[in-house]
């Protein structure tokens, strides 16, 4: 693979959105302003293309291996999945300690360097190819928004973090980039600074974000402290036994302490994912992060760097699979995650907070797809769902400019004659979201689904429950803003930010309207109508002959994860029937033929049961919210208790602010006021003591005598005799 | 002579002449004589007590040094030992009366005094170029010169001046400042270099406290001296005398710059509190202009229109 | 004649040196006339150089005797820039008391 020109190349997938966004924000205040957006296009748009290249190139070398049976720069390890990926070494960045003990403890190093396999470009491809989309959709979002250069250079800015994310070599690169992205998002969300829900929401994402990356810092320093690397295939690329992953797929290579750090790992790691991912407990960051803009909702809450912890679990798939504990927590945390958030999303009013509550969500499908030994499901439903829940966003980001900021769905119905081409594409979404066949969410769900059956039937109810669930608030809110008598808000929301009004267009490609205002400007439509296709298509494309599963199976992550819980649980399973499916994995199937029909068969089942329950979920949604809406409201009342339950989100942020945050300000006023009288004091007095034996002396001894200070000085010089030589 | 005998007969067991509380003694009575005998206010009895008192501690301090060389190296004393003593106590004495005599022209010329003792000493050590040097620069340039200031420099006399030898003086010659703490901290401080010199000799003193002037080179010749100089130091010696040109210069410049007395009218002469009972004359206002652009001030002497004399003043 | 002390012990120099540099340091310390203080570093740079002087002779090296010499030097200078400053401060307040510039006084 690294006899690609983009892999040789691939320094410049991340550099462009930086160049980009330097441009952006160091001239884009004085000198481009309304016109801000363009490095960023270009520089995105470019990594985009180049990721996309990168795909195609990869997809041809696959083909080009399976004919000739193997990859001669990489030997196969499974019996029909040739790894191929490719370490690209920029330049050592960090190296600490005794260089002749490498790969021990003593000697640390992290390269900046990238590692390509086909788990890298999949995500590249949603990184860059949707984040390109979201910001070709931005320039028309943000016009004349003030600070529209400051947006456009974060968002260039956070690409190039996420590419570190997801192109990393090593955990370091991994971390660099993970915490990149969580400043972007403090930024971004941040956005409308002079507005104090948005500061604080800001301040919470940072802060909820540091617990979660604490442990993933404590994880990163425990692998070291083990096993001697932070990288995770070792310098040589895949195929050696130099690497973090590498030594853990050989656990009867490890030593007593290796094993230990290996069974705490997973958990440290998993607390990184859960808050990077909004994951219970640590979700609550993200409905509030919907303060932001609603690109930034679409592209960093939803299609991208919320998915980080799915890649990362996916990543180092290999340090999970050999505890089934931490598998369980992740699927557990994953369901548990699913249900409440979805059970929230059912009560919610804003649009925006619908699709976060349901990003949470189906993050939690995610989990539970790479928790139940299917991470390829688990990326399958990342990928999708980068697709139509950033068209639900951005649609939403639609209707809140066309409705002058409101977003509050009892104050609007009936959209579609107002928002026509809008109305289609969030229907798209909606499907697509709900699970109806053939949309894309309808194919990642299913496999997760299954999946999750597989493992644990317990666990695949709940999941069908959230479906449910999924359906139904989707729709519900699908009706309600789209179908129905039109009602439109005829006046702007106190926090409606911007001018989009004013015709003096900036500069912006969407500009050709002039004078009138459209609702629906083309270049807020254009990009949705991608992400529409990527939502109808996606999901089969993809699913179709286990296409990206086939194509996942050859990273390494993939094929060291599959081996080892291959052989971890294999030994234990109790008949055929608890096999672990080298599938999940996308690895080949060497389970006996007649098994493979019947969970082939079982598995159509689900999806008949799964649509099923998305078309009832639509039923239900479209007999309160559309046909009878007063029996909701009468519904509602008569659930009044849950209802408010879920209205205020299981109180889940006052009980945080009562068991936390407000022991921890006690704690703070408490050392506040230490530092104030004490310390303060102390060093207060430290000051003071000089002064007033100043003071003293001067009125004393400084009297202006000449030979006053000889006399001091001789007897100084006395003193010092006396100390050095006495 | 018999004193002198019977001392050498006292085994010296300590290399020590003098011991620690010898010291603080003779310290603390110098100090004594000191205080009485710098210019004051008192009874010129009691200057005369003072100097006694210093006279005894010096005695005393001489025999201690002379029973102990001799009693350690166990000769009679021969005559550049008589020398020693003879210059030394004329230079230490003349420099008391440095600072003890009350009328500043006295005082430089026992300083002339001390120096020429002090040239004799290193005559003694061999060293009659640094002697020559010492009697040229010192008693030659540099005190004539304070002779000159001194003369220059005639102030009115203060009225009350004290009696005696002060009588007839301003106020800040006639009484010492500081005249208890002075000599405190002045013996304070000999006191410890004469503990370290006699108590903790370094060891390059201790192992050869009688090594002579002449053992390791011949001191005295001068050319050697010389050749030495300009060998190892050439560049020092360049730099001396650039030091010295340059020193000329600066005292040319600071001398010759014009105090601009225009509005002395205006300024009044208060009369500062001192510690000394006596009304020191304060000028008080704003500082007087000073002129030292050298193109403006006049100079003496000299046929340019533009150089005017000094105005008296 | 080896029955004779002929030779004076170093330490009988230094402890010359060191009177006269203490009895320099009361001098400057407690008169009160610019001249005089003056005077009384020269008799400090005196005792110093009789302290090198011995040095040189006893240890035996010629480094006393030229270190010396830049002494002396020095005061020459230190001299010629002190009478330059006495003549100026005189000219100020026509007195010679340093306790009369007392402009640094607390």
């Keep these: 693979m690294s006899e690609l020109w983009t892999v040789q190349h691939s320094y410049l997938i991340p550099l462009l959105p930086l160049i980009g966004a330097a441009i952006a924000g160091f001239f884009g205040a004085r000198w481009l302003r309304g016109g801000s957006h363009w490095p960023i296009w270009l520089g995105v748009g470019a990594s985009a293309v180049l990721s996309i290249v990168l795909l195609l190139q990869t997809v041809a070398l696959l083909g080009q291996g399976s004919h000739a049976g193997t990859d001669p720069a990489h030997p196969p390890l499974g019996a029909a999945n040739p790894s191929v990926s490719a370490p690209v070494k920029l330049f050592t960045w960090i190296a600490a300690g005794d260089p002749s003990k490498a790969g021990t403890n003593q000697y640390f190093v992290a390269d900046a360097a990238f590692f390509f396999d086909p788990l890298t470009v999949t995500m590249l491809c949603v990184v860059c190819g949707i984040g390109f989309l979201i910001c070709v959709f931005a320039a028309g979002y943000m016009r004349g928004e003030e600070g529209y250069w400051r947006f456009f250079a974060y968002l260039g800015l956070f690409i190039f973090m996420m590419c570190c994310l997801v192109m990393g070599d090593n955990l370091i690169m991994l971390y660099l980039g993970w915490e990149g992205v969580g400043l972007c998002s403090y930024l971004l969300i941040g956005y409308y600074y002079q507005k104090p829900s948005a500061r604080d929401a800001a301040k919470k994402a940072f802060l909820v974000n540091r617990i979660g990356d604490f442990g993933f810092g404590v994880g990163i320093m425990l692998a070291f402290a083990a096993f001697g690397t932070v990288s995770y295939f070792g310098a040589d690329g895949y195929g050696g036994t130099n690497g973090l992953l590498e030594a853990a797929a050989h656990p009867e290579t490890l030593s007593e302490f290796q094993r230990q750090v290996l069974w705490w790992l997973p958990f440290l790691l998993m607390l990184g994912a859960f808050g990077k991912s909004a994951q219970f407990p640590l979700y609550v960051w993200l409905p509030d992060a919907m303060e932001g803009p609603t690109p930034v909702s679409a592209l960093i809450h939803a299609a991208t760097m919320v998915t980080a912890g799915v890649y990362m679990i996916a990543r180092c798939g290999t340090l999970f699979v050999g505890n089934d504990a931490a598998l369980m927590t992740v699927a557990f945390i994953g369901s548990f995650t699913a249900l409440l958030a979805a059970s929230i999303a059912l009560r919610q009013f804003d649009l925006k907070k619908v699709f976060a509550y349901s990003t949470i969500s189906q993050l939690g499908f995610m989990f539970v797809g790479v928790g139940v030994l299917a991470p390829v499901a688990g990326v399958f439903h990342l990928v999708t769902h980068a697709f139509f829940k950033a068209l639900l966003f951005l649609s939403s980001g639609v209707v809140m400019h066309a409705m002058l900021g409101h977003l509050d769905m009892r104050q609007m119905s009936g959209l579609k004659a107002v928002l026509p081409k809008t109305r289609w594409l969030m229907l798209i979404g909606c499907l697509a979201l709900a699970g109806v066949v053939p949309f894309a969410g309808f194919w990642s769900k299913d496999e997760i689904v299954a999946a999750a059956w597989h493992a644990s039937p317990l666990l695949g109810a709940v999941m069908l429950l959230t479906a449910l669930l999924t359906a139904y608030y989707t729709f519900r809110l699908y009706f309600r803003v789209f179908e129905g008598p039109r009602v439109v808000p005829d006046t702007p929301h106190p926090d409606h930010h911007g001018s989009h009004e004013h015709g003096d267009s900036s500069g912006g490609a969407g500009s050709g309207h002039g004078g009138h205002h459209s609702h629906e400007p083309a270049i807020m439509i254009l990009p949705l109508v991608f992400l529409a296709i990527g939502s109808v298509i996606a999901g089969v494309v993809l699913w179709q002959g286990h296409r990206l599963g086939h194509f996942l199976g050859h990273s390494p992550s993939f094929v060291t994860a599959g081996e080892l819980a291959t052989a971890t649980f294999n030994p234990k399973a109790a008949d055929e029937h608890h096999l672990v499916n080298p599938l999940g994995f996308g690895l080949h199937d060497t389970r006996p033929a007649e098994l493979q029909q019947a969970e082939q068969r079982s598995h159509y089942v689900f999806m008949l049961l799964s649509t099923v329950i998305a078309l009832a979920g639509i039923a239900v949604a479209y007999t309160l919210h559309l046909r009878d809406r007063p029996k909701a409201d009468r519904l509602a009342l008569r659930l009044s208790g849950i209802a408010r339950a879920i209205e205020n989100k299981y109180w889940v942020d006052e009980l945080y602010q009562a068991s936390i945050v407000e022991p921890l300000r006690r704690l703070g006023q408490a050392f506040y006021a230490m530092d104030r009288f004490v310390v303060d004091g102390l060093v207060w007095l430290a000051g003071f003591i000089p002064q007033l034996g100043g003071f003293i002396l001067k009125l004393t001894t400084q009297r202006g005598y000449l030979q006053g200070y000889a006399l001091s000085m001789v007897l100084g010089v006395a003193v010092i005799l006396f100390v050095v030589f006495l | ?313 | 004649m080896t029955s004779t002390l002929d030779q004076v012990g170093l330490q009988h120099y230094l402890a010359v040196g060191a009177i006269m540099f203490a009895i320099g340091l009361i001098g400057f310390i407690s008169r009160r006339n610019l001249i005089l203080m003056f005077l009384c570093t020269e008799l400090m740079f005196q005792g110093v150089v009789i302290n090198l002087v011995a040095f040189g002779g006893f240890v035996g090296f010629f480094a006393g005797l030229a270190f010396t010499i830049f002494v002396v030097v020095l005061a020459g200078a230190v001299a010629s820039l002190a009478v330059g400053l006495i003549v100026l401060l005189f000219r100020h307040k026509a007195t010679l008391d340093a306790d009369a510039w007392r402009e640094l006084r607390g």
């Design chain 2, 1 to 313: 002579m018999s004193v002198l005998a019977a001392a050498s007969e006292v085994a010296w067991t300590a290399g020590s002449p003098l011991r620690g509380f010898v010291i603080v003694l003779l310290c603390a009575l110098a100090a004594i004589g000191t205080v009485w005998a710098l210019p004051g206010r008192r009874d010129p009895g009691w200057r005369v007590f003072g100097g006694t008192l210093l006279l005894v501690a010096g005695g005393i301090l001489a025999a201690l040094l002379t029973r102990w060389a001799l009693a350690s190296s166990g000769q009679k004393p021969g005559l550049s030992y008589v020398y020693f003593w003879v210059f030394a106590a004329v230079a230490l004495a003349g420099s008391v009366r440095v600072i003890t005599h009350p009328k500043p022209v006295y005082s430089a010329l026992y300083f002339v005094l001390t120096t020429v003792a002090t040239a004799g000493l290193f005559l003694l050590m061999w060293a009659e170029f640094m002697a020559a040097a010492l009697v040229l620069i010192y008693a030659g340039a540099i005190v004539v010169t304070y002779v000159f200031v001194i003369m220059l420099a005639a102030e009115a006399s203060g009225s009350d001046g004290g009696s005696g030898a002060s009588a007839g003086l301003p106020d800040h010659d006639a009484c010492a400042r500081a005249p208890r703490l002075a000599p405190i901290v002045g013996f304070l401080t000999l006191g410890l270099l004469l503990f370290l010199i006699f108590e903790r000799p370094p060891a390059a003193l201790s192992k050869n406290p009688w090594g002579t002037a002449s053992d390791g080179i011949a001191t005295g010749h001068t050319q050697q001296l010389g050749v030495f100089l300009f060998r190892y130091h050439f560049v020092n010696i360049q730099l001396a005398g650039l030091l010295l040109t340059l020193a000329m210069i600066g005292a040319i410049m600071i001398a010759r710059k014009r105090i601009v007395q225009s509005e002395s009218s205006s300024r009044q002469v208060a009369l500062a509190e001192s510690p000394y009972d006596v009304e020191i004359p304060v000028v008080l206002g704003p500082p007087p202009k000073i002129e030292d652009n050298p193109h403006t001030i006049p100079v003496v002497g000299t046929m340019n229109p533009r150089q005017k004399a000094y105005p008296e003043n």
